[in-house]
């Protein structure tokens, strides 16, 4: 099922339905077959068309996949690319329950058997040939709990934005690694009541941290009035669309979660993008996730560091999308060495 999307984008919506009868939105800068397509589709996938290389990219926290707006058509001149809205957000629907991280990992796995079902091809080959997932905050999340349940064999590499493995403070988890803001039971139920009871200053907040240049102004900043009241309106419209009382249930559940295991899992190139200027996480505890991949294979994971915040892909996107495109066609081995 598929529609038009907005006006004179690269992109248009379509949508999948979850194991659970959820209906799944998502992006897609290629058309997909319908139920009335032979097998071949209207446009058989070969070895030169975009089908074969996917960038999927997953949004984060109140967000969905117009999150991306400035780099859909960039990404999208030689590559397929998908952007999902995770439940509760976006165009996706807004079931009473589902507030989990993992219940995002499962929809994700039902939304990539979606795609191979869809998408065109042929005899000789089959689409999409490779996947390289791009997951931003939440979304890397969603990526390392699909790994932990499901395993990385979808996957030919990993790009996780502005994300650290654990957001609550621990023994071996202290204040130079743990989230700047929301780290503990106390911050994490301060959070999800600014959340519930007064939703459009909590996005005016998040925006100001997630922005580098709200949250760490710096000299040559543009910090115009119109600059500040556009970005602001573009977030805070699309997590206007959320359920405030629902956000604040996921909330709790991400913030739990320790991934740290989980991405020593990962057996594929692995690329961190960090903001210098955001005000979610630190560099150390970003970079851990660099050091865990690297636990089993070193010189599979590396770090990136943008000049901007949390919302790097927006506030550096031709930084962003030319890095991400050199990641993708870097010729690097992707599972390790058998024993």
Same mark, same amino acid.
């Given at each position: 099922?598929?529609?038009?999307?907005?006006?004179?984008?690269?992109?248009?919506?379509?949508?999948?339905?979850?194991?659970?009868?959820?209906?799944?939105?998502?992006?897609?800068?290629?058309?997909?077959?319908?139920?009335?397509?032979?097998?071949?589709?209207?446009?058989?996938?070969?070895?030169?068309?975009?089908?074969?290389?996917?960038?999927?990219?997953?949004?984060?926290?109140?967000?969905?996949?117009?999150?991306?707006?400035?780099?859909?058509?960039?990404?999208?001149?030689?590559?397929?690319?998908?952007?999902? $809205?995770?439940?509760?957000?976006?165009?996706? &629907?807004?079931?009473?329950?589902?507030?989990?991280? %993992? @219940? #995002?990992? +499962? =929809?994700?796995?039902?939304?990539?058997?979606?795609?191979?079902?869809?998408?065109?091809?042929?005899?000789?080959?089959?689409?999409?040939?490779?996947?390289?997932?791009?997951?931003?905050?939440?979304?890397?999340?969603?990526?390392?709990?699909?790994?932990?349940?499901?395993?990385?064999?979808?996957?030919?590499?990993?790009?996780?934005?502005?994300?650290?493995?654990?957001?609550?403070?621990?023994?071996?988890?202290?204040?130079?690694?743990?989230?700047?803001?929301?780290?503990?039971?106390?911050?994490?139920?301060?959070?999800?009541?600014?959340?519930?009871?007064?939703?459009?200053?909590?996005?005016?907040?998040?925006?100001?941290?997630?922005?580098?240049?709200?949250?760490?102004?710096?000299?040559?900043?543009?910090?115009?009035?119109?600059?500040?009241?556009? $970005?602001?309106?573009?977030?805070?419209?699309? &997590?206007?669309?959320?359920?405030?009382?629902?956000? %604040? @249930? #996921?909330? +709790? =559940?991400?913030?739990?979660?320790?991934?740290?295991?989980?991405?020593?899992?990962?057996?594929?190139?692995?690329?961190?993008?960090?903001?210098?200027?955001?005000?979610?996480?630190?560099?150390?505890?970003?970079?851990?996730?660099?050091?865990?991949?690297?636990?089993?294979?070193?010189?599979?994971?590396?770090?990136?560091?943008?000049?901007?915040?949390?919302?790097?892909?927006?506030?550096?996107?031709?930084?962003?999308?030319?890095?991400?495109?050199?990641?993708?066609?870097?010729?690097?081995?992707?599972?390790?060495?058998?024993?």
């Amino acid at each position: 099922m598929e529609d038009d999307g907005a006006k004179d984008s690269v992109m248009q919506y379509a949508y999948c339905k979850a194991n659970d009868g959820c209906t799944l939105a998502f992006q897609t800068s290629q058309p997909l077959r319908s139920d009335n397509d032979n097998d071949n589709g209207e446009a058989p996938a070969t070895e030169t068309t975009p089908y074969q290389n996917c960038i999927i990219l997953i949004h984060g926290f109140s967000g969905s996949s117009e999150y991306f707006a400035r780099n859909f058509d960039e990404l999208s001149r030689a590559h397929w690319v998908v952007a999902p $809205d995770l439940r509760g957000h976006g165009r996706s &629907g807004r079931p009473r329950g589902g507030y989990h991280v %993992a @219940r #995002l990992a +499962a =929809d994700l796995r039902d939304l990539l058997a979606h795609l191979r079902l869809r998408a065109p091809s042929s005899t000789s080959t089959s689409a999409p040939r490779k996947i390289v997932a791009v997951g931003c905050s939440i979304g890397a999340a969603v990526l390392w709990t699909h790994v932990e349940l499901f395993g990385g064999d979808d996957f030919a590499g990993f790009v996780f934005v502005d994300q650290a493995p654990l957001q609550d403070r621990s023994d071996d988890w202290g204040p130079k690694l743990a989230h700047l803001g929301c780290y503990d039971e106390a911050t994490m139920r301060a959070a999800q009541e600014a959340w519930t009871r007064e939703p459009e200053a909590a996005l005016r907040g998040l925006v100001k941290d997630c922005l580098g240049y709200r949250h760490a102004p710096e000299a040559g900043d543009d910090l115009s009035d119109e600059r500040r009241q556009r $970005d602001e309106a573009f977030f805070c419209g699309i &997590g206007a669309k959320c359920d405030p009382a629902w956000l %604040a @249930r #996921l909330l +709790a =559940d991400h913030t739990r979660y320790d991934h740290r295991e989980a991405i020593e899992e990962i057996r594929v190139p692995t690329l961190v993008m960090a903001g210098r200027r955001t005000g979610c996480f630190t560099l150390e505890g970003m970079r851990e996730t660099v050091r865990r991949v690297e636990m089993q294979r070193p010189g599979l994971a590396w770090m990136s560091v943008f000049n901007s915040g949390h919302w790097l892909f927006y506030e550096e996107p031709e930084r962003f999308n030319r890095e991400l495109i050199k990641f993708f066609h870097t010729p690097l081995e992707a599972s390790l060495p058998t024993e």
